[in-house]
């Protein structure tokens, strides 16, 4: 079992920045992509960006040139620097992890959501 733990939404103004944060614990090999998803007022659940244990990282077009992930040296936190901030990003962000639970076992796991609000 994985948990994650989101941290770092807010309110801020356009053109602002955030750094969103997610931990993750539990019971696992490894994890091999953690990423970010939100969903907007309106919008289906979509993906702004991902980063393999590798280091591969993908993009929304949305949100490309504004938005950069990282993940820490364990492996288990994955961040989400935020700039330029338009009131379009604002929705839930979900953190999203891709974990070998066992050698033969995959699944994913989802965080419970932090809120970004981007004022106009």
């Known amino acids: 079992q994985v948990q994650l733990v989101e941290s770092g939404g807010g309110l801020v103004q356009a053109g602002g920045s955030l750094r969103l944060s997610c931990a993750a614990t539990?019971?696992?090999?490894?994890?091999?992509?953690m990423g970010w998803y939100r969903q907007g007022p309106g919008n289906q659940r979509e993906l702004a960006a991902t980063?393999?244990?590798?280091?591969?990282?993908n993009y929304a077009d949305s949100v490309k040139g504004r938005f950069t992930i990282s993940r820490d040296g364990n492996k288990n936190t994955v961040y989400l620097q935020m700039n330029s901030l338009k009131p379009q990003d604002t929705a839930v962000y979900f953190c999203?992890?891709?974990?070998?639970?066992?050698?033969?076992?995959?699944?994913?796991?989802w965080g419970q959501g932090t809120q970004v609000t981007v004022a106009s």
């Open positions: 980063i393999t244990s590798g280091g591969a990282t």
């Open positions: 999203n992890a891709d974990a070998r639970v066992t050698v033969a076992s995959r699944m994913e796991f």
């Open positions: 539990g019971t696992f090999f490894s994890i091999n992509v």
